[in-house]
C-alpha cells in the first residue's frame, strides 16, 4: 500500500511534468526533427531534404505537399557557423525560409522574403557566448543555444517533375560549413529524405522526458528558463546527472504528457478566436503575445508565453501524426 509520501510526490511528479511538458514541447519537436535527420546520415551542419514532393513518410508538423524542402541542421558549439541563401532567379527560383534556433525561436527570415529580399545572402549563425568580431559581408545571427535548424522551401513553378528536379537544383546551391572553412568550404552534405521514413511524432508518454532530458543535459540554461532547473530536478533531469526514473515516476510523467498535450489542444483553439475574415474559421494559429515574443526575442520584462509556445507545436501535431494505412507500406 501506497504511503502519504509516496502519493504526494507522484501527484508532485504529474503536477510538475505537466508544466515541464508544456514549456519543452518546442526543445523536444526541434530534437525529434535533428533525430530523424541524423537516423538518415545527416550529421551537424549538413542538410536533409526532399527530391520529390512529400508524401505521407515526412512525418512532420503541417509540411506543404506542394514545395520541396530542405532542412540545414546546424551546430555552433565548435564555432560560428556560415548559411548561404542563392540568390533568386529571373525565372522565379527562390529560397523563402527561416532560420531558428533548438527552441524554435525564429532568428532571421531568409530569401525572398527574408533579410536578403532575394538577393542571396551570407548568414552567420553565431554561439550563445560569442564574443569576437563579424566579418564583413556576413549577416549575424546569434543563438541562444547550440543547435538549430534552418526551414526552407525552394519555390516550384508547377508539380511536373520538370520542375521539381529544377527546385532540387537550386535548391541544393545552399551551402553550410564553418566560418574556420570560409577560405575554402568544402562540398556542403545533401541527404536526400524523399524515400524514407522521416519520423519526427511527439509522443505524449515517458519518451518525450527522455528527449527533454537529453536536450538539457547538451544546451546551456537560458536565463529566462531558470525557473525550470528546480522543477526539471524533481522530474530526475539534471545536467550531469542520467534521467532514470523509477517504474511509479514513468507511469505519473506519461500521464502528465497526455494532460498536457489535452490542455495545449484546448489553448490551441482559443488562438483562433479573432479570424482574418469575420465569421470564417482561418486565423493565425499563434496567440498575439507569442507573435510579439517571437519577433523580438522573448525579450519583454513582463512576458514569457512559454504556454502558448507548446500549443502551437502541439496543436498541429494532432495532425501531421496521422500514418498512412499497412498496404501503402
Not at 182 to 189: F, I, L, Q
Request: charged share 20%; with cysteine.
Amino acid at each position: 500500500m501506497a504511503s502519504a509520501n509516496d502519493e504526494r510526490h507522484t501527484r508532485t511528479v504529474r503536477r510538475r511534468g505537466v508544466d515541464a511538458a508544456a514549456w519543452g514541447i518546442p526543445a523536444v519537436n526541434y530534437a525529434l526533427m535533428r533525430d530523424a535527420a541524423e537516423r538518415l546520415g545527416c550529421g551537424p551542419n549538413q542538410v536533409v531534404y526532399w527530391s520529390r514532393l512529400l508524401d505521407w513518410r515526412n512525418q512532420t508538423l503541417t509540411p506543404n505537399p506542394d514545395a520541396i524542402y530542405f532542412m540545414p541542421f546546424y551546430d555552433v558549439s565548435q564555432g560560428p557557423v556560415v548559411l548561404e541563401i542563392p540568390a533568386a532567379t529571373d525565372d522565379g527560383a527562390a529560397i523563402i525560409g527561416s532560420v531558428m534556433d533548438g527552441w524554435q525561436v525564429p532568428l532571421e527570415d531568409v530569401g525572398k522574403a527574408g533579410v536578403d529580399q532575394g538577393a542571396g545572402g551570407r548568414y552567420l549563425i553565431l554561439p550563445p557566448a560569442f564574443e569576437g568580431d563579424v566579418p564583413p559581408g556576413y549577416v549575424p545571427l546569434r543563438s541562444e543555444v547550440d543547435v538549430g535548424y534552418a526551414l526552407l522551401r525552394s519555390s516550384i513553378a508547377s508539380g511536373e517533375a520538370s520542375d521539381v528536379e529544377a527546385a532540387v537544383a537550386y535548391g541544393k546551391q545552399l551551402a553550410v560549413y564553418p566560418l574556420s572553412e570560409a577560405g575554402a568550404p568544402a562540398d556542403t552534405v545533401f541527404v536526400d529524405a524523399a524515400d524514407a521514413d522521416f519520423d519526427a511524432t511527439i509522443a505524449y508518454d515517458v519518451s518525450f522526458f527522455e528527449v527533454l532530458a537529453d536536450f538539457v543535459q547538451h544546451q546551456p540554461w537560458l536565463e529566462r528558463d531558470r525557473v525550470m532547473i528546480d522543477v526539471l530536478r524533481s522530474l530526475g533531469i539534471a545536467k550531469g546527472t542520467t534521467f532514470a526514473p523509477d517504474d511509479e515516476t514513468r507511469a505519473a510523467l506519461s500521464d502528465a504528457a497526455g494532460e498536457a498535450r489535452e490542455w495545449l489542444d484546448g489553448q490551441y483553439v482559443s488562438f483562433f478566436a479573432t479570424p482574418f475574415i469575420p465569421g470564417t474559421g482561418w486565423a493565425l494559429p499563434a496567440s498575439p503575445e507569442l507573435v510579439k515574443a517571437a519577433s523580438t526575442g522573448f525579450d519583454a520584462p513582463d512576458s514569457y508565453p512559454s504556454t502558448p509556445a507548446g500549443a502551437r507545436t502541439t496543436g498541429p501535431s494532432r495532425a501531421s501524426s496521422t500514418r498512412a494505412p499497412a498496404s501503402s507500406t
